[in-house]
């Protein structure tokens, strides 16, 4: 169900533990065959999914020494640090390729 660019539907998750995005939900976030996502989470607020560019473009920033603009109440170690995880997920990425 879409309403006012939300959308709301459940998904099955197979034997292999995958799940189909709806294809609402791909058209609404561009996401398309090929695409790498990222999967966030947490034992206590939940799971998300985004896409792996958004990510990458904030280690890039963190990396370009604009932490703190990023996220002011972090150090500029543990943003380094988060940066460092993030570039480490695409280099397993194409390793595994």
């Known amino acids: 169900m879409e309403k006012n660019g939300k959308f709301m539907s459940c998904v099955k998750v197979g034997p292999k533990g995958q799940i189909v995005i709806p294809k609402e ?21 939940g799971i998300a999914l985004e896409r792996y560019g958004v990510f990458a473009k904030i280690a890039d920033a963190i990396f370009a020494g604009k932490a703190k603009e990023i996220y002011p109440g972090e150090t500029k170690e543990s943003s380094e640090a988060f940066a460092h995880a993030i570039a480490s997920l695409q280099e397993d990425k194409h390793e595994s390729d």
Not at 25 to 45: E, Q, W
């Open 25 to 45: 939900v791909r058209d609404m976030f561009g996401i398309s065959p090929g695409d790498t996502l990222l999967l966030l989470a947490d034992s206590k607020k």
